[in-house]
Protein backbone atom coordinates (compact mmCIF):
# COMPACT_ATOMS: atom_id res chain seq x y z
CA UNK A 1 0.00 0.00 0.00
CA UNK A 2 2.72 2.22 1.00
CA UNK A 3 3.70 1.60 -2.86
CA UNK A 4 0.75 3.38 -4.21
CA UNK A 5 1.00 6.00 -2.05
CA UNK A 6 4.65 7.57 -2.35
CA UNK A 7 5.58 6.00 -5.94
CA UNK A 8 2.89 6.46 -8.16
CA UNK A 9 5.12 6.78 -11.36
CA UNK A 10 6.37 3.30 -11.59
CA UNK A 11 2.78 1.52 -11.59
CA UNK A 12 3.08 -1.90 -13.28
CA UNK A 13 0.38 -1.10 -15.49
CA UNK A 14 -0.31 2.01 -17.34
CA UNK A 15 -3.86 3.01 -18.11
CA UNK A 16 -3.98 3.12 -22.41
CA UNK A 17 0.29 2.49 -22.58
CA UNK A 18 1.90 -0.38 -24.69
CA UNK A 19 4.39 -2.24 -23.30
CA UNK A 20 7.17 -1.22 -25.56
CA UNK A 21 7.11 2.35 -24.70
CA UNK A 22 9.94 3.89 -24.06
CA UNK A 23 9.73 5.06 -20.44
CA UNK A 24 10.30 8.86 -20.81
CA UNK A 25 9.97 10.70 -24.10
CA UNK A 26 13.00 13.28 -22.65
CA UNK A 27 15.17 10.53 -22.33
CA UNK A 28 16.02 9.45 -25.29
CA UNK A 29 18.07 12.91 -26.02
CA UNK A 30 17.98 15.90 -23.55
CA UNK A 31 20.55 17.47 -24.40
CA UNK A 32 20.99 20.63 -22.40
CA UNK A 33 17.36 21.45 -22.22
CA UNK A 34 17.07 20.28 -18.95
CA UNK A 35 19.74 22.68 -17.82
CA UNK A 36 18.48 25.61 -19.78
CA UNK A 37 15.17 24.85 -17.21
CA UNK A 38 17.16 24.62 -14.93
CA UNK A 39 19.39 27.67 -15.09
CA UNK A 40 17.66 30.53 -13.45
CA UNK A 41 16.93 28.36 -10.67
CA UNK A 42 20.42 27.36 -10.17
CA UNK A 43 21.52 30.96 -11.00
CA UNK A 44 19.51 32.23 -8.07
CA UNK A 45 19.94 29.79 -5.18
CA UNK A 46 23.97 29.82 -6.27
CA UNK A 47 24.32 33.89 -5.96
CA UNK A 48 21.56 33.80 -2.93
CA UNK A 49 21.87 30.59 -0.88
CA UNK A 50 24.97 28.56 -1.83
CA UNK A 51 27.38 32.14 -1.79
CA UNK A 52 25.71 33.22 1.65
CA UNK A 53 26.40 30.06 2.94
CA UNK A 54 30.41 30.01 2.04
CA UNK A 55 30.34 33.13 3.43
CA UNK A 56 28.79 32.73 6.61
CA UNK A 57 31.46 29.88 7.20
CA UNK A 58 34.18 32.25 6.48
CA UNK A 59 33.11 35.43 8.52
CA UNK A 60 32.61 32.60 11.39
CA UNK A 61 36.55 32.02 11.47
CA UNK A 62 37.21 35.37 10.99
CA UNK A 63 37.36 38.47 13.32
CA UNK A 64 34.67 40.17 12.27
CA UNK A 65 32.87 43.25 14.64
CA UNK A 66 32.07 46.76 13.72
CA UNK A 67 35.72 47.67 13.37
CA UNK A 68 36.17 45.19 10.43
CA UNK A 69 32.74 46.63 9.62
CA UNK A 70 33.04 50.20 8.84
CA UNK A 71 36.30 49.07 7.25
CA UNK A 72 38.21 50.73 9.72
CA UNK A 73 40.72 47.46 10.99
CA UNK A 74 41.50 45.08 8.22
CA UNK A 75 39.65 41.08 8.94
CA UNK A 76 42.07 38.52 10.66
CA UNK A 77 42.03 35.49 10.64
CA UNK A 78 40.82 33.55 13.88
CA UNK A 79 40.47 29.76 12.81
CA UNK A 80 38.22 28.14 15.55
CA UNK A 81 38.69 30.92 17.96
CA UNK A 82 35.07 31.97 17.85
CA UNK A 83 33.81 28.88 17.57
CA UNK A 84 35.75 27.73 21.12
CA UNK A 85 34.79 31.25 22.57
CA UNK A 86 30.78 30.35 21.77
CA UNK A 87 31.71 26.32 23.26
CA UNK A 88 32.96 27.49 26.59
CA UNK A 89 29.87 29.77 26.93
CA UNK A 90 27.55 28.69 29.30
CA UNK A 91 24.86 30.84 27.77
CA UNK A 92 25.40 28.78 24.39
CA UNK A 93 24.55 25.41 26.27
CA UNK A 94 22.12 26.26 28.32
CA UNK A 95 20.29 28.31 24.78
CA UNK A 96 21.05 25.10 22.74
CA UNK A 97 19.56 22.91 25.04
CA UNK A 98 16.22 25.23 25.40
CA UNK A 99 15.47 24.86 21.44
CA UNK A 100 15.97 21.94 21.34
CA UNK A 101 13.61 20.74 24.32
CA UNK A 102 11.54 23.76 23.07
CA UNK A 103 11.16 22.88 19.10
CA UNK A 104 10.83 19.59 20.29
CA UNK A 105 7.77 20.11 22.52
CA UNK A 106 6.45 22.22 19.53
CA UNK A 107 6.37 19.53 16.87
CA UNK A 108 5.07 17.05 19.82
CA UNK A 109 2.01 19.18 20.26
CA UNK A 110 1.57 20.40 16.80
CA UNK A 111 1.42 16.78 15.61
CA UNK A 112 -0.73 15.55 18.39
CA UNK A 113 -3.15 17.97 17.88
CA UNK A 114 -2.84 18.09 13.93
CA UNK A 115 -3.10 13.97 13.34
CA UNK A 116 -6.32 14.22 16.26
CA UNK A 117 -8.22 17.11 14.27
CA UNK A 118 -7.84 15.09 11.37
CA UNK A 119 -8.95 12.11 11.86
CA UNK A 120 -11.65 14.23 13.96
CA UNK A 121 -12.60 15.65 10.37
CA UNK A 122 -13.21 12.45 8.71
CA UNK A 123 -15.79 11.18 11.27
CA UNK A 124 -17.98 14.15 10.72
CA UNK A 125 -20.49 15.83 8.52
CA UNK A 126 -19.70 18.76 6.27
CA UNK A 127 -20.92 21.54 8.31
CA UNK A 128 -18.80 21.16 11.71
CA UNK A 129 -16.02 19.95 9.26
CA UNK A 130 -16.02 23.31 7.15
CA UNK A 131 -16.33 25.30 10.16
CA UNK A 132 -13.23 23.37 11.52
CA UNK A 133 -11.49 24.09 8.24
CA UNK A 134 -12.20 26.81 7.89
CA UNK A 135 -10.89 28.30 11.47
CA UNK A 136 -7.80 26.37 10.93
CA UNK A 137 -6.93 28.05 7.57
CA UNK A 138 -7.34 31.27 9.21
CA UNK A 139 -4.78 30.22 11.79
CA UNK A 140 -2.55 28.72 9.20
CA UNK A 141 -2.82 31.93 6.34
CA UNK A 142 -2.37 34.32 10.02
CA UNK A 143 1.65 35.76 9.51
CA UNK A 144 3.65 35.36 12.14
CA UNK A 145 3.74 38.55 13.51
CA UNK A 146 0.12 39.32 14.05
CA UNK A 147 -0.17 36.08 15.06
CA UNK A 148 2.63 36.72 17.97
CA UNK A 149 0.66 40.51 18.60
CA UNK A 150 -2.43 39.29 18.58
CA UNK A 151 -1.39 36.57 21.53
CA UNK A 152 0.41 38.84 23.47
CA UNK A 153 -2.63 40.88 23.83
CA UNK A 154 -5.14 37.46 25.01
CA UNK A 155 -2.24 36.63 27.49
CA UNK A 156 -1.96 40.55 28.47
CA UNK A 157 -1.88 41.28 32.12
CA UNK A 158 -3.54 44.06 32.28
CA UNK A 159 -6.07 43.94 29.42
CA UNK A 160 -6.08 40.10 27.88
CA UNK A 161 -9.39 38.19 28.17
CA UNK A 162 -7.40 34.90 29.06
CA UNK A 163 -6.64 35.40 32.52
CA UNK A 164 -9.92 37.06 33.29
CA UNK A 165 -11.64 33.57 32.23
CA UNK A 166 -9.04 31.89 34.13
CA UNK A 167 -9.09 34.33 37.51
CA UNK A 168 -5.24 34.90 37.40
CA UNK A 169 -5.58 38.11 38.19
CA UNK A 170 -2.47 40.41 36.38
CA UNK A 171 -0.50 37.47 36.67
CA UNK A 172 2.29 38.52 33.37
CA UNK A 173 3.13 35.64 31.22
CA UNK A 174 6.11 36.83 29.78
CA UNK A 175 7.93 37.28 33.38
CA UNK A 176 8.81 33.85 34.32
CA UNK A 177 11.08 31.83 31.67
CA UNK A 178 8.42 28.86 31.33
CA UNK A 179 5.31 30.48 31.09
CA UNK A 180 6.81 32.96 28.42
CA UNK A 181 7.96 29.67 26.68
CA UNK A 182 4.54 28.22 27.01
CA UNK A 183 2.62 31.09 25.71
CA UNK A 184 5.45 31.01 22.73
CA UNK A 185 4.46 27.27 22.25
CA UNK A 186 0.61 27.67 22.45
CA UNK A 187 1.20 30.21 19.14
CA UNK A 188 3.20 27.90 17.51
CA UNK A 189 0.81 25.11 18.01
CA UNK A 190 -1.84 27.50 16.80
CA UNK A 191 -0.73 28.25 13.63
CA UNK A 192 1.34 25.35 12.81
CA UNK A 193 -1.19 22.42 12.91
CA UNK A 194 -3.08 23.37 10.67
CA UNK A 195 -0.86 22.18 8.07
CA UNK A 196 -0.55 19.12 10.07
CA UNK A 197 -4.11 18.78 9.84
CA UNK A 198 -5.30 19.43 5.91
CA UNK A 199 -1.89 17.68 5.28
CA UNK A 200 -2.77 14.31 7.35
CA UNK A 201 -6.54 14.77 6.42
CA UNK A 202 -5.60 14.96 2.35
CA UNK A 203 -3.78 11.87 2.84
CA UNK A 204 -6.61 9.25 5.06
CA UNK A 205 -8.89 10.51 2.07
CA UNK A 206 -6.21 9.18 -0.14
CA UNK A 207 -6.82 5.71 1.73
CA UNK A 208 -9.67 3.58 -0.05
CA UNK A 209 -12.95 3.18 2.44
CA UNK A 210 -13.16 -0.69 1.95
CA UNK A 211 -10.36 -0.76 4.20
CA UNK A 212 -11.20 1.69 7.03
CA UNK A 213 -14.51 -0.16 6.52
CA UNK A 214 -13.31 -3.45 6.95
CA UNK A 215 -11.03 -2.64 9.84
CA UNK A 216 -14.37 -1.38 11.52
CA UNK A 217 -16.34 -4.23 10.78
CA UNK A 218 -13.43 -6.62 12.45
CA UNK A 219 -14.56 -4.46 15.55
CA UNK A 220 -11.28 -2.58 15.70
CA UNK A 221 -11.40 0.26 18.12
CA UNK A 222 -10.67 3.79 16.93
CA UNK A 223 -7.22 3.90 18.43
CA UNK A 224 -6.54 0.78 16.60
CA UNK A 225 -7.43 1.80 13.27
CA UNK A 226 -5.00 4.61 13.50
CA UNK A 227 -2.45 2.63 14.88
CA UNK A 228 -2.37 -0.41 12.76
CA UNK A 229 -4.19 0.68 10.15
CA UNK A 230 -3.71 4.58 9.44
CA UNK A 231 -0.64 5.27 10.58
CA UNK A 232 1.33 2.67 8.92
CA UNK A 233 -0.35 3.83 5.45
CA UNK A 234 0.52 7.30 5.88
CA UNK A 235 3.64 7.02 7.30
CA UNK A 236 5.37 8.97 3.78
CA UNK A 237 2.72 12.04 4.71
CA UNK A 238 3.52 11.51 8.51
CA UNK A 239 7.18 11.86 7.97
CA UNK A 240 7.02 15.18 5.72
CA UNK A 241 5.08 16.70 8.39
CA UNK A 242 6.76 15.67 11.15
CA UNK A 243 10.19 16.86 9.30
CA UNK A 244 8.68 20.39 8.34
CA UNK A 245 7.70 21.02 12.03
CA UNK A 246 11.25 20.00 13.09
CA UNK A 247 13.01 22.65 10.47
CA UNK A 248 10.36 25.29 11.18
CA UNK A 249 10.24 24.81 14.82
CA UNK A 250 13.95 24.63 14.76
CA UNK A 251 14.34 28.05 13.15
CA UNK A 252 12.06 29.43 15.02
CA UNK A 253 12.24 33.75 15.39
CA UNK A 254 9.49 36.13 15.04
CA UNK A 255 7.18 34.71 17.49
CA UNK A 256 10.39 34.59 20.29
CA UNK A 257 11.59 38.20 18.85
CA UNK A 258 8.25 39.55 19.25
CA UNK A 259 6.57 38.07 22.08
CA UNK A 260 9.55 37.68 24.50
CA UNK A 261 10.84 41.22 23.23
CA UNK A 262 14.13 39.85 21.56
CA UNK A 263 14.29 36.90 23.78
CA UNK A 264 13.12 37.53 27.48
CA UNK A 265 14.22 39.01 30.32
CA UNK A 266 18.09 38.63 30.88
CA UNK A 267 17.95 36.09 27.55
CA UNK A 268 16.20 33.64 29.36
CA UNK A 269 14.05 32.98 26.40
CA UNK A 270 16.85 32.84 23.69
CA UNK A 271 16.58 30.37 20.92
CA UNK A 272 19.79 30.02 18.78
CA UNK A 273 18.03 31.77 15.86
CA UNK A 274 17.22 34.86 17.81
CA UNK A 275 20.34 34.79 20.04
CA UNK A 276 22.52 34.73 16.53
CA UNK A 277 20.66 37.84 15.45
CA UNK A 278 21.30 39.33 18.81
CA UNK A 279 25.10 38.63 18.68
CA UNK A 280 25.74 39.46 15.21
CA UNK A 281 22.76 42.86 15.32
CA UNK A 282 22.74 44.03 18.55
CA UNK A 283 26.09 43.45 19.72
CA UNK A 284 28.14 43.55 16.50
CA UNK A 285 29.59 40.72 16.80
CA UNK A 286 29.04 39.19 13.84
CA UNK A 287 31.41 36.58 13.91
CA UNK A 288 29.63 34.90 17.18
CA UNK A 289 26.58 35.17 14.91
CA UNK A 290 28.21 34.18 11.83
CA UNK A 291 29.26 30.84 14.44
CA UNK A 292 25.96 30.14 15.86
CA UNK A 293 24.61 29.93 12.36
CA UNK A 294 26.88 27.52 11.09
CA UNK A 295 26.20 25.59 14.47
CA UNK A 296 22.49 25.64 13.36
CA UNK A 297 23.09 24.97 9.82
CA UNK A 298 25.10 21.37 10.72
CA UNK A 299 22.19 20.23 13.08
CA UNK A 300 19.65 21.01 10.42
CA UNK A 301 21.57 19.10 8.10
CA UNK A 302 21.96 16.33 10.31
CA UNK A 303 17.68 15.82 10.80
CA UNK A 304 17.74 16.70 6.49
CA UNK A 305 20.44 13.10 5.84
CA UNK A 306 17.95 11.34 8.48
CA UNK A 307 15.25 12.34 7.03
CA UNK A 308 16.61 11.23 2.86
CA UNK A 309 17.73 7.86 4.89
CA UNK A 310 13.90 7.08 5.60
CA UNK A 311 12.83 7.95 2.80
CA UNK A 312 15.37 5.90 0.75
CA UNK A 313 14.45 3.04 2.72
CA UNK A 314 10.87 3.50 2.00
CA UNK A 315 11.61 3.30 -1.23
CA UNK A 316 10.36 6.41 -2.34
CA UNK A 317 11.85 7.81 -6.17
CA UNK A 318 13.45 10.73 -6.10
CA UNK B 1 -18.64 7.07 7.98
CA UNK B 2 -22.07 5.28 8.11
CA UNK B 3 -20.33 2.82 10.61
CA UNK B 4 -19.65 5.62 13.37
CA UNK B 5 -22.30 5.15 15.67
CA UNK B 6 -24.58 8.55 16.27
CA UNK B 7 -24.03 9.90 19.54
CA UNK B 8 -20.62 9.24 18.97
CA UNK B 9 -20.45 11.20 16.00
CA UNK B 10 -22.49 13.91 17.86
CA UNK B 11 -20.08 14.02 20.52
CA UNK B 12 -17.23 14.73 17.97
CA UNK B 13 -19.22 17.14 15.54
CA UNK B 14 -19.64 19.19 18.43
CA UNK B 15 -16.22 18.87 20.05
CA UNK B 16 -14.92 19.86 16.59
CA UNK B 17 -17.19 22.93 16.58
CA UNK B 18 -15.80 23.48 20.23
CA UNK B 19 -12.10 23.24 18.37
CA UNK B 20 -13.06 25.60 15.79
CA UNK B 21 -14.33 28.24 18.27
CA UNK B 22 -10.70 28.19 20.38
CA UNK B 23 -9.01 28.17 16.93
CA UNK B 24 -10.75 31.07 15.71
CA UNK B 25 -11.04 32.76 18.64
CA UNK B 26 -7.62 34.76 18.38
CA UNK B 27 -8.60 36.20 14.97
CA UNK B 28 -11.77 37.27 16.23
CA UNK B 29 -10.25 39.24 19.24
CA UNK B 30 -8.11 40.76 16.96
CA UNK B 31 -10.57 42.05 14.45
CA UNK B 32 -13.19 42.96 17.63
CA UNK B 33 -10.34 44.95 19.32
CA UNK B 34 -9.89 46.68 16.62
CA UNK B 35 -13.15 47.90 16.12
CA UNK B 36 -13.21 48.47 19.87
CA UNK B 37 -13.36 52.25 21.26
CA UNK B 38 -9.84 52.60 23.40
CA UNK B 39 -11.97 52.90 26.94
CA UNK B 40 -13.19 49.38 26.18
CA UNK B 41 -9.57 48.20 25.30
CA UNK B 42 -7.96 49.38 28.08
CA UNK B 43 -10.20 47.67 30.17
CA UNK B 44 -10.13 45.48 33.31
CA UNK B 45 -13.13 43.13 32.19
CA UNK B 46 -13.11 42.65 28.07
CA UNK B 47 -15.56 41.67 26.92
CA UNK B 48 -16.33 39.49 23.77
CA UNK B 49 -18.64 42.03 21.96
CA UNK B 50 -18.92 45.63 21.65
CA UNK B 51 -21.54 48.06 21.58
CA UNK B 52 -20.06 50.90 20.03
CA UNK B 53 -17.60 49.99 17.25
CA UNK B 54 -15.21 52.59 16.24
CA UNK B 55 -13.16 52.82 13.39
CA UNK B 56 -10.45 55.60 15.40
CA UNK B 57 -7.58 52.78 16.26
CA UNK B 58 -8.00 52.73 11.76
CA UNK B 59 -7.86 55.55 11.61
CA UNK B 60 -4.52 55.85 13.67
CA UNK B 61 -3.18 53.49 11.64
CA UNK B 62 -3.34 54.84 8.43
CA UNK B 63 -2.69 58.47 9.61
CA UNK B 64 0.61 56.95 10.65
CA UNK B 65 2.89 58.71 7.97
CA UNK B 66 3.58 56.62 4.75
CA UNK B 67 1.27 53.70 6.06
CA UNK B 68 -0.13 53.19 2.32
CA UNK B 69 3.03 53.23 1.28
CA UNK B 70 4.50 50.38 3.54
CA UNK B 71 1.36 48.41 2.26
CA UNK B 72 1.80 48.75 -1.33
CA UNK B 73 5.97 48.06 -0.74
CA UNK B 74 4.73 44.61 1.38
CA UNK B 75 2.15 43.50 -1.86
CA UNK B 76 5.17 44.49 -4.33
CA UNK B 77 7.85 42.55 -2.70
CA UNK B 78 5.46 39.22 -2.41
CA UNK B 79 3.93 39.85 -5.67
CA UNK B 80 7.06 40.00 -7.64
CA UNK B 81 8.57 36.85 -5.56
CA UNK B 82 5.31 34.72 -6.17
CA UNK B 83 5.27 35.33 -9.73
CA UNK B 84 9.35 35.13 -10.43
CA UNK B 85 9.31 31.99 -8.26
CA UNK B 86 6.20 30.21 -9.71
CA UNK B 87 8.14 30.97 -13.29
CA UNK B 88 11.58 29.76 -12.46
CA UNK B 89 9.90 26.73 -10.06
CA UNK B 90 8.11 25.99 -13.22
CA UNK B 91 10.99 25.39 -15.43
CA UNK B 92 13.21 23.87 -12.76
CA UNK B 93 10.60 21.32 -11.91
CA UNK B 94 9.97 20.58 -15.48
CA UNK B 95 13.90 20.25 -16.53
CA UNK B 96 13.97 17.06 -12.77
CA UNK B 97 10.67 15.74 -14.02
CA UNK B 98 10.85 15.61 -17.94
CA UNK B 99 13.97 14.78 -18.16
CA UNK B 100 16.65 12.06 -17.60
CA UNK B 101 20.28 13.45 -17.16
CA UNK B 102 23.63 13.19 -14.96
CA UNK B 103 23.04 14.43 -11.51
CA UNK B 104 19.47 14.75 -11.52
CA UNK B 105 19.37 12.98 -8.27
CA UNK B 106 21.66 15.08 -6.61
CA UNK B 107 20.10 18.26 -7.66
CA UNK B 108 16.87 17.04 -6.38
CA UNK B 109 18.88 16.15 -3.15
CA UNK B 110 20.59 19.66 -3.10
CA UNK B 111 16.80 21.60 -2.90
CA UNK B 112 15.42 19.24 -0.56
CA UNK B 113 18.91 19.78 1.63
CA UNK B 114 18.46 23.81 0.54
CA UNK B 115 14.91 24.03 2.17
CA UNK B 116 16.55 23.47 5.62
CA UNK B 117 19.16 26.26 5.33
CA UNK B 118 17.86 28.36 8.39
CA UNK B 119 16.88 31.30 6.75
CA UNK B 120 17.90 33.71 9.66
CA UNK B 121 21.05 32.21 9.83
CA UNK B 122 22.38 33.78 6.60
CA UNK B 123 21.03 37.40 7.46
CA UNK B 124 24.18 38.03 8.21
CA UNK B 125 26.36 37.33 5.22
CA UNK B 126 23.29 38.42 2.73
CA UNK B 127 23.44 41.68 4.59
CA UNK B 128 26.96 42.45 3.59
CA UNK B 129 26.21 40.83 0.26
CA UNK B 130 22.98 43.19 -0.50
CA UNK B 131 25.53 45.96 0.82
CA UNK B 132 28.16 45.37 -1.81
CA UNK B 133 25.18 44.98 -5.07
CA UNK B 134 24.17 48.27 -3.33
CA UNK B 135 20.47 46.92 -2.57
CA UNK B 136 20.58 47.91 0.79
CA UNK B 137 17.15 50.17 1.32
CA UNK B 138 15.72 48.93 -1.56
CA UNK B 139 13.44 46.42 -2.07
CA UNK B 140 15.21 44.28 -3.99
CA UNK B 141 17.08 43.53 -0.87
CA UNK B 142 13.96 41.54 0.07
CA UNK B 143 12.88 40.36 -3.24
CA UNK B 144 16.21 38.51 -4.41
CA UNK B 145 16.39 36.36 -1.03
CA UNK B 146 13.34 35.33 -0.86
CA UNK B 147 13.02 34.77 -4.14
CA UNK B 148 15.97 31.94 -3.33
CA UNK B 149 14.60 31.00 -0.31
CA UNK B 150 11.05 29.98 -1.61
CA UNK B 151 12.27 28.53 -4.84
CA UNK B 152 13.45 25.08 -3.28
CA UNK B 153 10.42 24.19 -1.52
CA UNK B 154 8.27 25.07 -5.10
CA UNK B 155 10.31 23.29 -7.40
CA UNK B 156 10.17 20.20 -4.72
CA UNK B 157 6.11 20.59 -4.42
CA UNK B 158 5.55 21.07 -8.62
CA UNK B 159 7.40 18.13 -9.09
CA UNK B 160 4.40 16.02 -8.34
CA UNK B 161 2.07 17.88 -10.60
CA UNK B 162 4.39 18.47 -13.43
CA UNK B 163 4.49 14.56 -13.13
CA UNK B 164 0.77 13.75 -12.91
CA UNK B 165 0.62 15.30 -16.30
CA UNK B 166 0.77 12.07 -18.24
CA UNK B 167 3.43 11.71 -20.85
CA UNK B 168 1.40 10.33 -23.99
CA UNK B 169 0.09 13.71 -23.90
CA UNK B 170 3.95 15.14 -24.51
CA UNK B 171 4.75 12.20 -27.47
CA UNK B 172 1.23 13.62 -28.77
CA UNK B 173 2.26 17.16 -28.89
CA UNK B 174 5.19 16.68 -30.28
CA UNK B 175 4.17 13.84 -32.90
CA UNK B 176 1.92 16.71 -33.98
CA UNK B 177 4.79 19.20 -34.42
CA UNK B 178 4.85 21.19 -31.25
CA UNK B 179 8.28 22.52 -30.87
CA UNK B 180 9.19 22.02 -26.99
CA UNK B 181 9.17 25.28 -25.71
CA UNK B 182 4.90 25.28 -27.61
CA UNK B 183 4.59 22.36 -25.56
CA UNK B 184 5.98 23.64 -21.87
CA UNK B 185 4.01 27.15 -22.17
CA UNK B 186 0.66 26.16 -24.01
CA UNK B 187 0.28 22.57 -23.06
CA UNK B 188 2.47 21.87 -19.67
CA UNK B 189 2.21 25.32 -18.01
CA UNK B 190 -2.15 25.62 -18.13
CA UNK B 191 -2.48 21.92 -16.54
CA UNK B 192 0.30 22.45 -13.79
CA UNK B 193 -1.35 26.13 -13.30
CA UNK B 194 -3.11 24.63 -10.23
CA UNK B 195 -0.15 23.61 -8.30
CA UNK B 196 1.42 26.57 -9.27
CA UNK B 197 -1.57 28.72 -7.14
CA UNK B 198 -0.95 25.65 -3.81
CA UNK B 199 2.49 26.69 -4.63
CA UNK B 200 2.93 30.46 -4.55
CA UNK B 201 0.35 30.28 -1.16
CA UNK B 202 3.62 29.14 0.31
CA UNK B 203 6.17 32.08 -1.25
CA UNK B 204 3.32 34.30 -0.38
CA UNK B 205 3.13 33.92 2.72
CA UNK B 206 7.03 33.72 3.72
CA UNK B 207 6.89 36.68 2.09
CA UNK B 208 4.61 38.98 3.29
CA UNK B 209 5.03 37.72 6.64
CA UNK B 210 9.04 38.57 6.33
CA UNK B 211 10.18 40.09 9.86
CA UNK B 212 13.56 39.97 10.02
CA UNK B 213 14.67 40.90 6.77
CA UNK B 214 12.40 43.61 6.51
CA UNK B 215 14.08 44.30 9.98
CA UNK B 216 17.37 44.12 8.99
CA UNK B 217 18.13 45.15 5.05
CA UNK B 218 15.87 48.12 4.96
CA UNK B 219 17.64 50.19 8.05
CA UNK B 220 17.62 53.87 7.25
CA UNK B 221 15.56 54.86 4.51
CA UNK B 222 11.94 54.31 5.90
CA UNK B 223 10.06 54.80 2.63
CA UNK B 224 11.31 51.06 1.72
CA UNK B 225 10.00 49.69 4.80
CA UNK B 226 7.03 46.80 4.80
CA UNK B 227 4.02 45.95 6.88
CA UNK B 228 5.74 44.61 10.15
CA UNK B 229 7.63 47.68 10.34
CA UNK B 230 4.49 49.64 10.89
CA UNK B 231 2.81 46.97 13.28
CA UNK B 232 5.75 47.58 15.48
CA UNK B 233 5.52 51.28 15.98
CA UNK B 234 2.81 51.05 17.71
CA UNK B 235 4.24 49.02 20.85
CA UNK B 236 5.66 51.67 22.87
CA UNK B 237 7.88 51.15 26.09
CA UNK B 238 5.28 52.71 28.23
CA UNK B 239 2.03 51.37 26.99
CA UNK B 240 1.14 49.65 24.21
CA UNK B 241 -1.07 50.93 21.94
CA UNK B 242 -3.26 48.17 21.69
CA UNK B 243 -6.02 49.35 19.57
CA UNK B 244 -3.39 50.81 16.86
CA UNK B 245 -1.65 47.15 17.03
CA UNK B 246 -4.83 44.68 16.88
CA UNK B 247 -5.95 47.31 13.66
CA UNK B 248 -2.40 47.04 11.74
CA UNK B 249 -2.70 43.47 12.52
CA UNK B 250 -5.70 43.13 10.59
CA UNK B 251 -4.73 44.99 7.87
CA UNK B 252 -1.73 43.01 7.50
CA UNK B 253 -3.74 39.96 7.97
CA UNK B 254 -6.44 40.77 5.75
CA UNK B 255 -4.89 40.09 2.26
CA UNK B 256 -3.36 36.48 3.31
CA UNK B 257 -7.06 35.79 4.34
CA UNK B 258 -8.42 36.37 1.14
CA UNK B 259 -5.18 34.82 -0.91
CA UNK B 260 -6.03 31.86 1.13
CA UNK B 261 -9.97 32.01 1.05
CA UNK B 262 -9.40 32.31 -3.23
CA UNK B 263 -7.52 29.21 -3.37
CA UNK B 264 -8.09 26.84 -0.36
CA UNK B 265 -9.90 24.42 -2.66
CA UNK B 266 -6.86 24.39 -4.59
CA UNK B 267 -4.64 24.46 -1.91
CA UNK B 268 -6.17 21.40 0.02
CA UNK B 269 -6.41 19.24 -3.17
CA UNK B 270 -2.49 20.44 -4.48
CA UNK B 271 -1.24 19.43 -0.99
CA UNK B 272 -2.45 16.15 -1.73
CA UNK B 273 -1.51 15.61 -4.86
CA UNK B 274 2.36 16.88 -3.92
CA UNK B 275 2.21 14.94 -0.63
CA UNK B 276 0.86 11.50 -2.21
CA UNK B 277 3.85 11.36 -4.81
Keep these: MTQTLTAPATPPVRKGGG ?15 PWLYLAPALVVLAGLLVYPVYQLGLISVLEYTQAQVSGGEPTSFQGLGNYRQLFTDPQFWQVLTATVVFAALCVLSTLFVGCAFAVLLTRIRALPRLALLIASLGAWATPAITGSTVWMFLFDADFGPVNRLLGLGDFSWTYGRYSA ?50 APMLRPIL ?35 VYAYQQAFASSEYSLGAAIGVVMLLILLAVTLVYLRLMRRQGEEL | ?47 PWTLAPSLDSFRRVFQQEEFGRYFLNSLFVAGSVVVLSALIAFLAATAVTRFKFRFRTTLLIMFLVAQMVPVEALTIPL ?43 EEAALIDGASRTRFLWQILFPLVFPGLVATSVFSFISTWNDFLFAKSFIISDTSQSTLPMALLLFFKPEENDWGGI ?7 TVPVLVFFVLVQRRLVSGLGGAVKD
Design chain 1, 19 to 33: GARPPRSGSRRPGWT
Design chain 2, 1 to 47: MKLVHRPWRLAAEAFALLAAVVVAFPLYWMVLSAFKPAGEIQSDTPR
Design chain 1, 239 to 273: LVVTIQSVIWDFKIFTQIYVMTDGGGIAGQNLVLN
Design chain 2, 246 to 252: MAASTVM
Design chain 2, 127 to 169: FFQMRDFGLLNTLGALILPHLAFSLPFAIWMLRGFVKAVPEAL
Design chain 1, 181 to 230: FALVLLEVVWCSFPFVMVTVYAGIRAVPTEVLEAASLDGASQWRVWRSVL
